[in-house]
């Protein structure tokens, strides 16, 4: 069989495109050990032991002078130095609770056995009262209540015009009353008013929910009222902070 002849150029031309993929593979090969090293490394980090050695038993060599601390350190990993031993006495701080119960308003609830049950079995004789012994401490957490609150104004005349028929007009006086919280409104109360925005700004709860919560305890409120009470605090609270003209001018520019 005869082989067609090629020039000297053309040699080296055809060498080189085979070479050429040899160093593509080196090169991908060197990438691919590269990647599985931090893979590896990534892997220990995440799920191996604690500790600096990066050495594994493949590899035993591998990055051996980043071990030279450990390989030259105290087996038992404790330094040589003196110690001096102190001590004193504190008074024992209260705990958290019992700071906690401290401001609290308490209510007992004292629990006395019935006269039937204090006769003495030896004598007959009625036992009386000897000590008392909190047992337990609770929190009683009271529910908001709903009540109706009636503003009054009294009106007074005088008794000794009313009687002199000389005075023809009647002195009558009427007590001041606190303006509401929300103009134009009969039942905004500053209790209510102030629950409202707290659960909304606070506890982060939407006006809706406050509306069906009040519902569930017999208080039918439209969120629409609800939204409308929470503009106007906003709108007042305005007027009395001294950054009220940088919010005027921000949100209505001339």
Known sequence: MRYPSCTGKE??????????????????????????????????????????????????????????????????????????????????????REEFYENLPVKQIIHELPEEDRICPHCGGLARECGREVVRSELELIPASVSKVEHVQVVYDCPKCGKDSEVETRVMVKSDIPAPVIPNSGIASPSLVAYVVSNKYVLALPLNRQSEELKRQGIELPKQNLANWVIYVALVSYTLSPKSLYWAVLYNPL
């Open 11 to 96: 040699v080296k031309v055809l060498r080189d495109e085979v070479e050429c993929p040899k160093d593509e593979i080196t090169q991908k090969d060197v990438l691919l050990v590269h990647y599985i090293e931090q893979l590896r490394i990534e892997q220990h980090h995440r799920f191996g032991v604690s500790s600096e050695r990066t050495g594994t038993p493949e590899i035993p060599e591998q990055l051996r002078l980043f071990n030279e601390p450990e390989n030259i350190a105290d087996a038992d990993g404790v330094e040589n130095v003196e110690t001096e031993e102190i001590t004193y006495t504190r008074k024992k701080r209260a705990g958290k």
